[in-house]
Nanobody, 127 residues
């Protein structure tokens, strides 16, 4: 089992940057495929980015491609999301998620594939 705690959210102006972090408990972080999702008010939770547990393969939603970068540091049990060129439509609660993955290079984009979720961190982009 793993516990996830997000941090780094806040209020930023259009065009600004934020870096989200997700600290994972336990010593098996490297065995989990990881992802970031977000949920805006009145909308369903949506996929943002995902990274494999080995090799650092990544995938992004079209809406954030070229602006966001997902990364992980297995030695520090931490997942990151660097967000640049932020837009008002990026405003949402951002969640990190972990999935037990027997395949080391699997990238998971479906929320239903993830077993563990953090509590979320609010990102607000003002126009």
């Amino acid at each position: 089992q793993v516990q996830l705690v997000e941090s780094g959210g806040g209020l930023v102006q259009t065009g600004g940057s934020l870096r989200l972090s997700c600290a994972a408990s336990g010593r098996t972080f490297s065995t989990y495929a990881m992802g970031w999702f977000r949920q805006a008010p009145g909308k369903e939770r949506e996929f943002v980015a995902a990274i494999s547990r080995v090799g650092g393969s990544t995938m992004y939603a079209d809406s954030v491609k070229g602006r966001f970068t997902i990364s992980r540091d297995n030695a520090k049990n931490t997942l990151y999301l660097q967000m640049n060129s932020l837009k008002p439509e990026d405003t949402a609660v951002y969640y990190c998620a972990a999935a037990t993955s027997p395949q080391p290079f699997a990238i998971l984009t479906a929320a239903a594939k993830y077993n563990y979720w953090g509590q979320g961190t609010q990102v607000t982009v003002s126009s």
